[in-house]
């Protein structure tokens, strides 16, 4: 039930942009995005309903695609700021639960 | 401030000696849910709370135990610890009654080691 999140790693320079990926094999009706510093607890990002819109904040925007059971975490104009690890979680349809995907680790270089 | 609060924050013990590990909420919330994180492994859940004496399963019960007889807390119980469960350990919470639909609020995390 866990989701799978793609790439594992990437390393950017400033100012390049990044998507991160996570699909499930189950119908799902929210996914989530948090941000990991190393060292400290996830830090919720945002989250997309079923039938909701795309959502964003500055920088950082994610799309729930319902039908192939998808999200994209899109990344644009990284700051250095932005390292750290990126995990999607996802909440079945149905479901009271929250399933985390094994993680992207992000690296912004100067 | 709001928050969630979990102790101790690092534990090293022993096989077999039971512990407990707490987690309190200031927020009223009615979701809480412990997770432990390993390298490579991203988050798993273990145990899951609904709302006072509602309690579920998750990823990785085995070898864990939970109780919620106040909304505010949320122990993890590891009767007989072992190697295996030597880990990161994260509680959280969240606002809404039916489930996660909505920001987790995590703990600062536990760490623990298991000898």
């Known amino acids: 039930q866990q989701p799978v999140q793609s790439p594992q790693a990437v390393i950017l320079r400033e100012g390049e942009d990044a998507v991160i990926n996570c699909s499930s094999s189950?119908?799902?009706?929210?996914v989530h995005w948090y941000r990991q510093k190393h060292g400290e607890a996830p830090v919720f990002l945002m989250i997309?309903?079923?039938?909701?819109e795309q959502k964003g904040h500055e920088k950082i925007s994610a799309s729930f695609n319902e039908k192939k059971q998808q999200s994209s975490l899109y990344l644009t104009a990284s700051q250095l700021s932005y390292s750290g690890t990126y995990f999607c979680g996802t909440e079945q349809t149905g479901a009271n639960n929250l399933f985390f995907g094994t993680g992207t680790r992000l690296t912004v270089i100067p | 401030e709001a928050q969630v609060t979990q102790n101790p924050r690092y534990l090293i013990t022993v096989t077999g000696k039971k512990l407990t590990v707490t987690c309190s909420q200031n927020m009223n919330h009615e979701y809480m849910s412990w997770y432990r994180q390993d390298p490579g492994l991203g988050l798993r859940q273990i145990y899951y709370?609904?709302?006072?004496?509602?309690?579920d399963k998750g990823d990785v019960p085995e070898g864990y135990k939970v109780s919620r007889k106040e909304k505010r807390n949320f122990p993890l119980i590891l009767e007989s610890p072992s190697p295996n469960q030597t880990s990161l350990y994260f509680c959280a919470s969240n606002p809404f009654p039916a489930g996660p639909t909505g920001e987790l609020f995590f703990g600062e995390g536990s760490r623990l080691t298991v000898l």
């Open positions: 709370s609904m709302n006072v004496e509602v309690t």
């Open positions: 189950k119908a799902l009706y929210s």
């Open positions: 997309l309903l079923k039938g909701g």
